[in-house]
Protein backbone atom coordinates (compact mmCIF):
# COMPACT_ATOMS: atom_id res chain seq x y z
CA UNK A 1 0.00 0.00 0.00
CA UNK A 2 1.05 3.48 -1.09
CA UNK A 3 2.23 6.09 1.37
CA UNK A 4 3.69 9.82 1.01
CA UNK A 5 6.14 10.83 3.65
CA UNK A 6 4.87 14.46 4.20
CA UNK A 7 2.00 12.17 5.83
CA UNK A 8 3.81 10.18 8.15
CA UNK A 9 4.57 13.11 10.29
CA UNK A 10 0.89 13.64 10.75
CA UNK A 11 0.74 12.69 14.33
CA UNK A 12 3.40 15.22 14.92
CA UNK A 13 1.46 18.19 13.17
CA UNK A 14 -2.00 17.07 14.79
CA UNK A 15 -0.20 17.99 17.74
CA UNK A 16 1.05 21.88 16.86
CA UNK A 17 -2.22 22.10 15.57
CA UNK A 18 -4.32 21.54 18.15
CA UNK A 19 -5.01 25.02 20.09
CA UNK A 20 -7.94 23.93 22.78
CA UNK A 21 -9.97 20.91 23.23
CA UNK A 22 -12.52 22.23 21.34
CA UNK A 23 -15.38 19.95 20.16
CA UNK A 24 -15.42 21.16 16.70
CA UNK A 25 -13.44 20.57 13.94
CA UNK A 26 -10.47 23.25 13.11
CA UNK A 27 -11.64 24.46 9.97
CA UNK A 28 -10.50 27.30 7.56
CA UNK A 29 -13.15 28.07 5.40
CA UNK A 30 -15.06 30.99 4.96
CA UNK A 31 -18.33 31.51 6.45
CA UNK A 32 -19.90 34.49 5.28
CA UNK A 33 -23.79 34.37 3.93
CA UNK A 34 -24.33 35.06 0.85
CA UNK A 35 -27.59 35.46 -1.28
CA UNK A 36 -29.76 32.23 -2.20
CA UNK A 37 -29.18 32.81 -5.46
CA UNK A 38 -25.52 32.71 -5.52
CA UNK A 39 -25.52 29.34 -3.22
CA UNK A 40 -28.21 27.52 -5.12
CA UNK A 41 -28.46 27.43 -8.62
CA UNK A 42 -30.14 23.89 -8.68
CA UNK A 43 -33.31 24.00 -6.94
CA UNK A 44 -32.24 22.72 -3.53
CA UNK A 45 -33.78 23.26 -0.31
CA UNK A 46 -31.71 26.15 0.09
CA UNK A 47 -33.42 29.57 1.68
CA UNK A 48 -32.28 32.62 3.00
CA UNK A 49 -31.87 31.39 6.95
CA UNK A 50 -31.82 27.18 6.51
CA UNK A 51 -30.30 24.26 4.41
CA UNK A 52 -32.24 21.04 4.71
CA UNK A 53 -29.92 17.70 4.98
CA UNK A 54 -31.26 14.10 4.88
CA UNK A 55 -29.97 11.43 7.39
CA UNK A 56 -30.60 8.26 6.44
CA UNK A 57 -29.78 4.86 8.42
CA UNK A 58 -31.44 1.69 10.05
CA UNK A 59 -33.41 2.98 12.57
CA UNK A 60 -35.00 -0.53 13.09
CA UNK A 61 -34.07 -4.55 11.95
CA UNK A 62 -30.97 -6.03 12.48
CA UNK A 63 -28.80 -3.07 11.87
CA UNK A 64 -30.01 -1.15 14.15
CA UNK A 65 -27.71 -2.15 16.72
CA UNK A 66 -24.79 -0.63 14.45
CA UNK A 67 -26.58 2.08 12.50
CA UNK A 68 -28.37 3.88 15.80
CA UNK A 69 -24.65 5.34 16.77
CA UNK A 70 -24.26 7.00 13.31
CA UNK A 71 -27.22 8.94 13.14
CA UNK A 72 -26.75 10.23 16.63
CA UNK A 73 -22.94 11.28 15.70
CA UNK A 74 -24.77 12.95 12.74
CA UNK A 75 -27.27 14.66 14.70
CA UNK A 76 -24.33 16.07 16.92
CA UNK A 77 -21.99 17.61 14.73
CA UNK A 78 -25.22 19.70 12.86
CA UNK A 79 -25.77 20.56 16.03
CA UNK A 80 -22.32 22.11 16.92
CA UNK A 81 -22.16 23.55 13.48
CA UNK A 82 -25.30 25.39 14.24
CA UNK A 83 -24.30 26.82 17.42
CA UNK A 84 -21.17 27.84 15.31
CA UNK A 85 -23.60 29.45 13.03
CA UNK A 86 -24.34 27.02 10.49
CA UNK A 87 -23.09 27.30 6.89
CA UNK A 88 -22.71 30.31 4.71
CA UNK A 89 -24.86 31.78 7.45
CA UNK A 90 -27.51 28.93 7.51
CA UNK A 91 -28.66 26.20 10.24
CA UNK A 92 -29.22 23.06 8.61
CA UNK A 93 -32.87 21.54 9.51
CA UNK A 94 -32.90 17.69 9.36
CA UNK A 95 -35.41 15.25 7.54
CA UNK A 96 -34.95 11.72 8.70
CA UNK A 97 -35.12 8.46 7.32
CA UNK A 98 -35.02 4.89 8.43
CA UNK A 99 -33.83 2.46 6.20
CA UNK A 100 -35.35 -0.61 8.22
CA UNK A 101 -32.28 -3.16 7.12
CA UNK A 102 -33.71 -3.60 3.95
CA UNK A 103 -32.09 -2.54 0.98
CA UNK A 104 -34.89 -1.69 -1.15
CA UNK A 105 -35.85 0.78 1.42
CA UNK A 106 -32.46 2.50 1.29
CA UNK A 107 -32.96 3.31 -2.65
CA UNK A 108 -36.62 4.25 -1.86
CA UNK A 109 -35.43 6.91 1.02
CA UNK A 110 -32.69 8.41 -1.31
CA UNK A 111 -35.21 9.16 -4.08
CA UNK A 112 -37.50 10.45 -1.33
CA UNK A 113 -35.01 12.87 0.09
CA UNK A 114 -33.66 13.90 -3.58
CA UNK A 115 -36.49 14.41 -5.33
CA UNK A 116 -39.29 15.58 -3.23
CA UNK A 117 -36.98 16.93 -0.57
CA UNK A 118 -34.22 18.56 -2.31
CA UNK A 119 -31.63 17.81 0.10
CA UNK A 120 -28.49 19.07 0.14
CA UNK A 121 -26.77 16.24 1.37
CA UNK A 122 -27.60 13.05 2.55
CA UNK A 123 -25.60 11.27 5.64
CA UNK A 124 -25.98 7.66 5.86
CA UNK A 125 -26.00 4.22 4.97
CA UNK A 126 -24.05 1.63 7.01
CA UNK A 127 -23.93 -2.03 4.54
CA UNK A 128 -22.39 -1.91 1.05
CA UNK A 129 -25.64 -3.46 -0.11
CA UNK A 130 -27.65 -0.18 1.37
CA UNK A 131 -24.96 1.53 -0.38
CA UNK A 132 -24.91 -0.29 -3.79
CA UNK A 133 -28.96 -0.13 -3.49
CA UNK A 134 -29.02 3.77 -2.93
CA UNK A 135 -25.71 4.49 -5.29
CA UNK A 136 -27.96 4.68 -8.94
CA UNK A 137 -30.08 7.12 -7.48
CA UNK A 138 -27.79 9.00 -6.06
CA UNK A 139 -26.05 8.98 -9.54
CA UNK A 140 -29.20 9.68 -11.71
CA UNK A 141 -30.45 12.52 -9.70
CA UNK A 142 -26.82 13.80 -8.47
CA UNK A 143 -26.95 14.24 -4.92
CA UNK A 144 -24.40 13.73 -2.44
CA UNK A 145 -24.05 10.99 -0.18
CA UNK A 146 -21.35 10.45 2.68
CA UNK A 147 -20.93 7.23 3.58
CA UNK A 148 -19.35 6.38 6.89
CA UNK A 149 -18.46 2.49 6.84
CA UNK A 150 -15.49 0.53 6.38
CA UNK A 151 -16.14 -1.32 3.44
CA UNK A 152 -14.44 -3.59 0.83
CA UNK A 153 -13.34 -0.30 -1.47
CA UNK A 154 -13.61 -1.36 -5.07
CA UNK A 155 -15.54 1.46 -5.80
CA UNK A 156 -15.67 5.77 -6.29
CA UNK A 157 -18.13 7.08 -7.22
CA UNK A 158 -18.43 11.22 -8.34
CA UNK A 159 -21.82 11.33 -6.04
CA UNK A 160 -20.20 9.59 -2.63
CA UNK A 161 -17.78 10.93 -0.24
CA UNK A 162 -16.45 7.66 2.04
CA UNK A 163 -15.36 8.49 5.70
CA UNK A 164 -14.78 4.92 6.56
CA UNK A 165 -11.81 2.85 5.42
CA UNK A 166 -11.12 1.33 2.34
CA UNK A 167 -10.02 -2.62 1.75
CA UNK A 168 -5.93 -1.58 2.02
CA UNK A 169 -6.38 0.56 5.22
CA UNK A 170 -8.26 -2.37 7.31
CA UNK A 171 -7.99 -5.68 6.04
CA UNK A 172 -4.63 -6.12 4.57
CA UNK A 173 -3.33 -4.03 6.67
CA UNK A 174 -5.19 -6.00 10.27
CA UNK A 175 -3.67 -9.23 8.23
CA UNK A 176 -0.43 -8.31 7.89
CA UNK A 177 -0.26 -7.40 11.23
CA UNK A 178 -1.96 -10.79 12.82
CA UNK A 179 0.59 -12.52 10.58
CA UNK A 180 3.20 -10.67 11.95
CA UNK A 181 2.32 -10.30 15.56
CA UNK A 182 0.43 -14.17 16.03
CA UNK A 183 2.83 -16.20 13.48
CA UNK A 184 -0.27 -16.87 11.84
CA UNK A 185 -0.38 -19.26 8.91
CA UNK A 186 -3.69 -20.39 8.64
CA UNK A 187 -7.28 -18.49 8.58
CA UNK A 188 -11.21 -19.36 9.11
CA UNK A 189 -13.27 -17.15 7.13
CA UNK A 190 -16.65 -16.32 8.50
CA UNK A 191 -19.38 -13.39 7.82
CA UNK A 192 -22.54 -12.56 6.68
CA UNK A 193 -23.85 -13.03 3.71
CA UNK A 194 -24.32 -10.29 1.38
CA UNK A 195 -21.77 -7.80 -0.53
CA UNK A 196 -19.53 -6.76 2.35
CA UNK A 197 -18.23 -9.56 3.33
CA UNK A 198 -17.84 -11.44 0.31
CA UNK A 199 -15.84 -9.22 -1.27
CA UNK A 200 -14.09 -8.71 1.72
CA UNK A 201 -13.02 -11.98 2.32
CA UNK A 202 -12.26 -12.27 -1.37
CA UNK A 203 -9.77 -9.45 -0.45
CA UNK A 204 -8.35 -11.47 2.33
CA UNK A 205 -8.15 -14.44 0.49
CA UNK A 206 -5.92 -13.03 -2.21
CA UNK A 207 -3.63 -11.48 0.58
CA UNK A 208 -3.36 -14.63 2.97
CA UNK A 209 -3.00 -16.89 0.14
CA UNK A 210 -0.85 -14.78 -2.15
CA UNK A 211 1.01 -12.58 -0.35
CA UNK A 212 1.28 -13.97 2.68
CA UNK A 213 2.08 -17.34 1.86
CA UNK A 214 -1.10 -18.68 4.27
CA UNK A 215 -3.89 -21.34 3.79
CA UNK A 216 -7.50 -20.17 4.15
CA UNK A 217 -8.73 -23.51 6.06
CA UNK A 218 -12.28 -22.39 5.71
CA UNK A 219 -15.15 -20.28 4.56
CA UNK A 220 -18.51 -19.72 5.29
CA UNK A 221 -21.57 -17.42 5.41
CA UNK A 222 -24.57 -16.88 7.48
CA UNK A 223 -27.86 -15.10 6.32
CA UNK A 224 -27.59 -11.26 7.77
CA UNK A 225 -29.55 -11.78 11.02
CA UNK A 226 -29.17 -15.28 11.39
CA UNK A 227 -28.49 -16.52 15.23
CA UNK A 228 -27.19 -20.60 14.48
CA UNK A 229 -23.58 -20.34 14.69
CA UNK A 230 -23.06 -24.31 16.05
CA UNK A 231 -22.26 -25.59 13.06
CA UNK A 232 -19.49 -23.32 12.28
CA UNK A 233 -17.99 -23.19 15.42
CA UNK A 234 -18.20 -27.34 14.82
CA UNK A 235 -16.01 -26.67 11.60
CA UNK A 236 -13.81 -24.38 13.80
CA UNK A 237 -12.73 -26.68 16.10
CA UNK A 238 -12.59 -29.47 13.34
CA UNK A 239 -9.75 -27.31 11.53
CA UNK A 240 -7.98 -25.65 14.33
CA UNK A 241 -7.01 -22.46 12.28
CA UNK A 242 -4.29 -19.78 13.83
CA UNK A 243 -6.93 -17.41 13.64
CA UNK A 244 -10.93 -17.05 12.96
CA UNK A 245 -11.48 -14.26 10.35
CA UNK A 246 -14.41 -12.39 10.67
CA UNK A 247 -17.16 -10.27 9.24
CA UNK A 248 -20.26 -11.17 10.67
CA UNK A 249 -22.33 -8.04 10.81
CA UNK A 250 -25.42 -6.54 12.87
CA UNK A 251 -27.99 -7.96 15.54
CA UNK A 252 -25.97 -11.82 14.53
CA UNK A 253 -23.13 -10.75 16.12
CA UNK A 254 -24.54 -11.24 19.88
CA UNK A 255 -25.56 -14.44 18.78
CA UNK A 256 -22.13 -15.74 17.22
CA UNK A 257 -19.84 -14.65 20.34
CA UNK A 258 -22.17 -15.16 23.39
CA UNK A 259 -21.82 -19.01 21.23
CA UNK A 260 -18.15 -19.08 21.08
CA UNK A 261 -18.00 -18.29 24.16
CA UNK A 262 -20.28 -21.27 25.11
CA UNK A 263 -17.95 -23.38 23.26
CA UNK A 264 -15.35 -22.62 25.02
CA UNK A 265 -13.66 -21.01 22.46
CA UNK A 266 -12.24 -17.98 24.11
CA UNK A 267 -8.88 -15.89 23.38
CA UNK A 268 -7.17 -17.93 25.91
CA UNK A 269 -6.60 -20.59 23.11
CA UNK A 270 -7.67 -18.48 19.92
CA UNK A 271 -7.13 -15.51 18.15
CA UNK A 272 -9.83 -13.55 16.48
CA UNK A 273 -9.49 -11.10 14.02
CA UNK A 274 -13.29 -9.32 13.43
CA UNK A 275 -13.26 -6.66 11.28
CA UNK A 276 -17.06 -5.97 11.70
CA UNK A 277 -17.10 -5.52 15.67
CA UNK A 278 -16.94 -1.94 17.08
CA UNK A 279 -18.39 -0.11 20.45
CA UNK A 280 -21.37 -0.23 19.40
CA UNK A 281 -21.72 -3.94 18.83
CA UNK A 282 -20.13 -4.91 21.49
CA UNK A 283 -22.57 -2.63 23.97
CA UNK A 284 -24.74 -5.75 22.74
CA UNK A 285 -22.44 -8.55 22.88
CA UNK A 286 -21.30 -7.70 26.19
CA UNK A 287 -17.83 -7.10 26.61
CA UNK A 288 -17.14 -10.50 28.60
CA UNK A 289 -18.12 -12.44 25.55
CA UNK A 290 -15.16 -11.01 23.29
CA UNK A 291 -13.26 -10.36 25.87
CA UNK A 292 -9.24 -10.62 24.20
CA UNK A 293 -10.32 -11.16 21.04
CA UNK A 294 -9.43 -8.05 18.49
CA UNK A 295 -10.61 -5.45 16.33
CA UNK A 296 -8.85 -3.33 13.25
CA UNK A 297 -10.74 -0.15 12.96
CA UNK A 298 -9.37 2.93 12.77
CA UNK A 299 -10.98 4.36 15.56
CA UNK A 300 -11.39 3.39 19.15
CA UNK A 301 -13.31 5.53 21.98
CA UNK A 302 -10.46 4.64 24.17
CA UNK A 303 -8.27 6.89 22.51
CA UNK A 304 -6.36 9.20 24.24
CA UNK A 305 -5.88 12.66 23.03
CA UNK A 306 -7.48 15.93 23.73
CA UNK A 307 -9.37 16.33 20.45
CA UNK A 308 -11.34 12.63 21.21
CA UNK A 309 -11.53 13.31 24.91
CA UNK A 310 -13.89 16.64 24.25
CA UNK A 311 -15.74 14.85 21.04
CA UNK A 312 -16.58 11.34 23.67
CA UNK A 313 -18.11 14.19 26.36
CA UNK A 314 -20.23 16.19 23.83
CA UNK A 315 -21.42 12.67 22.35
CA UNK A 316 -22.39 11.70 26.10
CA UNK A 317 -23.18 15.01 27.58
CA UNK A 318 -26.34 14.67 24.16
CA UNK A 319 -27.08 10.91 24.28
CA UNK A 320 -26.43 9.98 28.08
CA UNK A 321 -23.50 8.73 29.78
CA UNK A 322 -24.08 4.77 29.27
CA UNK A 323 -24.20 5.54 25.41
CA UNK A 324 -20.85 4.04 23.52
CA UNK A 325 -18.56 5.22 20.30
CA UNK A 326 -17.55 2.93 17.79
CA UNK A 327 -15.67 3.59 14.27
CA UNK A 328 -18.48 4.02 12.28
CA UNK A 329 -20.20 6.59 14.78
CA UNK A 330 -17.25 8.31 14.73
CA UNK A 331 -16.87 8.12 10.89
CA UNK A 332 -20.31 9.58 10.63
CA UNK A 333 -19.39 13.02 12.43
CA UNK A 334 -16.79 13.60 10.27
CA UNK A 335 -19.61 13.97 7.26
CA UNK A 336 -21.16 17.11 8.10
CA UNK A 337 -17.67 18.65 8.90
CA UNK A 338 -16.33 17.33 5.45
CA UNK A 339 -19.64 18.96 4.04
CA UNK A 340 -19.29 22.40 5.77
CA UNK A 341 -15.46 22.53 4.55
CA UNK A 342 -16.52 21.99 0.80
CA UNK A 343 -19.48 24.01 0.96
CA UNK A 344 -18.07 27.21 2.46
CA UNK A 345 -14.70 26.33 -0.32
CA UNK A 346 -17.02 26.18 -2.88
CA UNK A 347 -19.20 29.53 -1.79
CA UNK A 348 -22.28 26.73 -2.83
CA UNK A 349 -24.39 24.01 -2.05
CA UNK A 350 -24.49 22.82 -5.68
CA UNK A 351 -23.61 19.21 -5.96
CA UNK A 352 -21.02 19.72 -9.02
CA UNK A 353 -19.56 22.38 -7.06
CA UNK A 354 -19.04 20.59 -3.41
CA UNK A 355 -17.83 17.65 -5.37
CA UNK A 356 -15.47 19.88 -7.48
CA UNK A 357 -13.58 21.41 -4.27
CA UNK A 358 -13.59 17.95 -2.50
CA UNK A 359 -11.79 16.34 -5.64
CA UNK A 360 -8.94 19.22 -5.44
CA UNK A 361 -7.10 17.04 -2.11
CA UNK A 362 -6.57 19.83 0.27
CA UNK A 363 -9.68 19.45 2.49
CA UNK A 364 -8.53 18.41 6.20
CA UNK A 365 -9.82 17.98 9.69
CA UNK A 366 -6.85 18.91 11.99
CA UNK A 367 -8.73 18.13 14.97
CA UNK A 368 -10.87 15.17 14.06
CA UNK A 369 -11.34 12.39 16.78
CA UNK A 370 -9.34 9.88 15.38
CA UNK A 371 -6.55 12.03 14.47
CA UNK A 372 -5.85 13.98 11.63
CA UNK A 373 -7.47 12.76 8.21
CA UNK A 374 -7.43 14.60 5.14
CA UNK A 375 -9.62 14.06 2.04
CA UNK A 376 -8.06 12.44 -1.53
CA UNK A 377 -9.14 13.26 -4.49
CA UNK A 378 -11.05 9.71 -5.33
CA UNK A 379 -13.28 10.73 -2.35
CA UNK A 380 -11.81 8.47 0.21
CA UNK A 381 -9.70 9.39 3.61
CA UNK A 382 -6.16 9.41 4.67
CA UNK A 383 -6.18 6.98 7.49
CA UNK A 384 -4.51 5.13 10.92
CA UNK A 385 -5.85 1.87 11.33
CA UNK A 386 -5.24 0.67 14.81
CA UNK A 387 -6.02 -3.14 16.24
CA UNK A 388 -8.10 -2.82 19.38
CA UNK A 389 -8.02 -5.96 21.92
CA UNK A 390 -11.35 -5.89 23.75
CA UNK A 391 -11.75 -6.01 27.44
CA UNK A 392 -14.53 -6.81 29.83
CA UNK A 393 -15.61 -3.31 30.02
CA UNK A 394 -16.54 -3.40 26.45
CA UNK A 395 -13.46 -1.03 25.45
CA UNK A 396 -10.22 -1.42 23.15
CA UNK A 397 -6.60 -1.56 24.27
CA UNK A 398 -4.89 -0.31 21.11
CA UNK A 399 -2.29 -2.38 20.73
CA UNK A 400 -1.06 -1.53 16.70
CA UNK A 401 -1.16 1.85 15.17
CA UNK A 402 0.00 2.08 11.47
CA UNK A 403 1.25 4.59 9.56
CA UNK A 404 -1.21 7.01 7.64
CA UNK A 405 -2.16 5.05 5.14
CA UNK A 406 -3.38 6.87 1.35
CA UNK A 407 -6.40 5.36 0.12
CA UNK A 408 -6.71 3.08 -2.87
CA UNK A 409 -9.88 1.50 -3.74
CA UNK A 410 -8.29 -0.39 -6.68
CA UNK A 411 -5.45 -2.09 -5.16
CA UNK A 412 -3.73 -3.96 -8.17
CA UNK A 413 -4.10 -7.64 -7.75
CA UNK A 414 -6.56 -7.36 -5.38
CA UNK A 415 -9.58 -7.28 -7.71
Known amino acids: MSKQSPFRCARTKLKTLIASTSVG????????????????????????????????????????????????????????????????????????????????????????????????????????????????????ENGLLYYPTFYEGLEQSKNVIYTGQEATQQIIDGLNWVAKEKGAKT?????????????????????????LGGKVVGEQYKPLGDTQFGSVINKIRLKKPDVIYAAVVGGSNVAWFKQLKAAGITAKK??????????????????????????????????????????????????????????????????PWLWKAAVERAGSFDIDKVVAVSEVGDIELTTAPEGYVKLHPNHHLWSVARVGKWNKDGQAEVVYESELIEPDPFPAGYQ
Open 270 to 335: QTLLTISVTEDEVLGIGGENLEGFYSIMKYFQSQDNPNNKAFVAAFKEMWGEDSVIGDVTQAAYLG
Open 25 to 140: LMLTANAVALPTAEVNKTGLAVTDDTVTVGILHSLTGTMAISETGAQEAEKLAIKQINDMGGILGRKIEIIQEDGASDWPTFAEKSRKLLVKDKVAAVFGCWTSASRKAALPVFEK
Open 187 to 211: FYLIGSDYIWPRTSMKIARKHIENV
